[in-house]
């Protein structure tokens, strides 16, 4: 069965919390048990990763002190990785209680409309409306690129047989 794939719509309770699907929980429950990784992501959303996942994402840095030592740019995404992660656990009724910092920061207030997105390696916690704009991104992108190849395709002079 497919792992951390679908979506799914819960809301943010007046504690900050969200209530994972069942689907979701065994997913990860498969992958790492209750503990998880949260991070918020640029375009607006929070990522929940299994541990592993999160760490195997960052230790592709190779010689991470000597490059932070030099680099302005490695500093500046350490930061951002250190600063908009958290570890945390899923508790046993399936809620996982989000931070105030990141609640604000993906626009997830107590009553909100929250859809919880599948990425494969985990999932996205989205403002309802935020989603919505970026499945019309995600849309808008695959039929410009269809286009574009079309084009090209109609362009490229065929092989004579």
């Known amino acids: 069965m497919l792992k951390f794939c679908g979506q799914d719509c819960c ?3 007046a504690n900050g919390r969200i209530k994972l699907s069942p689907r979701v929980i ?7 048990g209750s503990e998880v990784v949260m991070h918020c992501l640029p375009e607006g959303a929070i990522a929940l990763y299994p541990e592993k996942i999160y760490l195997e994402m960052r230790q592709n840095e190779e010689q991470a002190a000597a490059q932070a030592a030099a680099s302005v ?3 500046r995404s350490m930061r951002r990785f250190g600063a908009m992660s958290k570890s945390e656990s899923i508790s046993r ?4 209680t ?20 599948g990425v494969e390696i985990g999932v996205e916690i989205w403002n309802a409306e935020r989603w919505m704009a970026e499945i019309d991104k995600i849309n808008e992108h695959a039929m410009e690129k269809g286009e574009r190849e079309m084009a090209m395709d109609l362009t490229t002079p065929k092989p004579q047989e």
């Open 26 to 32: 065994s997913d990860f429950a498969e992958e790492c």
């Open 93 to 96: 009724q399936g809620r996982i």
């Open 11 to 13: 809301s943010v309770d």
């Open 73 to 75: 740019v490695f500093r």
């Open 98 to 117: 989000l931070p105030p910092t990141f609640r604000k920061y993906a626009a997830l207030e107590a009553g909100c409309e929250v859809c919880v997105v």
